[in-house]
Each structure stands twice: as C-alpha cells, then as structure tokens.
C-alpha cells in the first residue's frame, strides 16, 4: 500500500515536467507567446533592407493569436500557428492592410522564423503595393 501511495504522490511531479520544458523553452507556458511572433515577423518582413527596399515609411504589426506549437511531420520542424494583421504605409502615401494566417517554425533557442513561404508572400505583395 505505501508503495502505491509514492507513485501517486510522484504523478504530480511527472505530470507538470511538460509545462516546465516550455517555461524553460520560451518563457511561457502556453507556447511562443504574441511577443516572439511580433519579433519574428519584425525581423523576417520588416527588416532594414526590406523597408529601404519597399518604401516603407510605417509599418504595424498586431498579433492577434498564437496557437500552441506541434511538431511538423515532413520537416520535423516545431511551428506555431499564427493570425496577425499587417498595416504598412509607402513613402507614395498608400496603405497597404492585410491578415495573414500563416506559421512561425522554431529554430535555435528561443527564436523563431516567419515560414519561409509566407515570407515570400508578405514581400511579393508588398512589392507590388509598392509600386502601385
């Protein structure tokens, strides 16, 4: 009987460890958080070289969820889903405002990347916004 009573005590300590690897992971328990999905889609869309490229004069970014990340089975990478709203003003005075429901995949540590094809979708439009 004592012996059943340990492992129910130690059920508890087990059952939080996952909740631990993710406070250790990304400094949130419910995945990468609005935080690291602003970063992301700051340093993979709105770099320096793509405002310069563009003709951004503004841009705003607004995350509006982020879901738990899962394990991607064909590229083994761990992605989040996201839904944001992007609204960009060119130097020629047009607003350019847009939703996207795309990923960010975690890469090293606690960054992660915009998904390389929605990256490429976000710069083609706002190219052709651009030039409009």
Known sequence: MRRYLFFLLLVPLFAGCDQAVYLWQYGSLTGPGKKNARAAFERDIFSAEAKKKYRIVQ??????????????????????GVHVTVVVRFQNGRIFQQSYDGAIVHVQG????????LTKAIHAQLEAASRA
Do not use: L
Request: hydrophobic content about 30%; aromatic content about 6%; cysteine-free.
């Open 59 to 80: 841009d705003e970014i607004t995350v509006n969820e982020v879901e738990m990340p899962t394990i991607n089975p064909w590229t083994n990478q761990e992605e989040a």
């Open 110 to 117: 606690r960054q992660w990347r915009v998904n390389p094809p």
